[in-house]
């Protein structure tokens, strides 16, 4: 039993989060925070129409270009050392649980290529 447990140790899950995936997340940030102003501008204008698309969602989309750029910057000075609670994870908080004020861990893809297998495997048509 305790060999199961020292197995399960060995590579804990923040072990993907290290200097090198946090030195690739700034630089990432850096290079494509402009992708974060048509996805929010599309998602604006989804929930509240055309008008709050092209006034708030466009100032928002300048806003989070912004922020991620700065937190870019942060984290490609910092990527040697853990900063955030003693680890390499990013310190802005997951669009996971707060579905209209958080960030992904990288920038927003933009295109018609999807990183998403199932609709490529086999096609049904």
């Not at 200097?19 to 929010?40: A, D, Q, Y």
């Not at 297998?117 to 048509?125: G, I, L, T, V």
Request: overall charge neutral; proline content about 8%; glycine content about 12%.
């Amino acid at each position: 039993m305790s060999a199961v447990v020292y197995a399960d140790i060995q590579d804990p899950p923040v072990n993907d989060q290290g200097p090198t995936r946090k030195l690739s997340r700034g630089v990432g940030n850096m290079l494509w925070c402009v992708t974060e102003i048509s996805p929010t501008v599309a998602a604006v204008n989804e929930r509240e129409g055309n008008a709050a698309a092209m006034s708030y969602g466009g100032i928002k989309g300048f806003g989070r270009t912004f922020f991620r750029f700065g937190s870019g910057v942060f984290e490609f000075a910092t990527f040697p050392f853990p900063t955030y609670k003693g680890s390499y994870r990013p310190f802005y908080k997951s669009s996971t649980h707060w579905i209209h004020g958080g960030y992904d861990e990288f920038p927003p893809e933009l295109g018609f290529d999807s990183k998403y297998n199932y609709c490529r495997a086999h096609p049904s048509f």
